[in-house]
């Protein structure tokens, strides 16, 4: 399961798909709950954006 998650295409689809919905969450869903998954998928999106980086470093070095 590591060995997917940790998949390029995976990490894109994760970074792209809850960054869109992060953008979108606050206008959707009123109120608090709204915030609260906005700010719960930015969390998800930075972790995916950062696996990316760190992978893509690590191929540079």
Request: hydrophobic share 60%; aromatic share 8%.
């Amino acid at each position: 399961m590591k060995a997917l998650l940790s998949s390029r295409p995976v990490l894109w689809f994760l970074f792209l798909f809850n960054a869109v919905v992060a953008a979108a969450a606050p206008f959707v869903v009123d109120g608090a709950q709204g915030i609260a998954t906005g700010v719960g998928m930015g969390v998800v999106s930075l972790g995916a954006a950062s696996a990316l980086m760190r992978r893509r470093n690590a191929n540079a070095a």
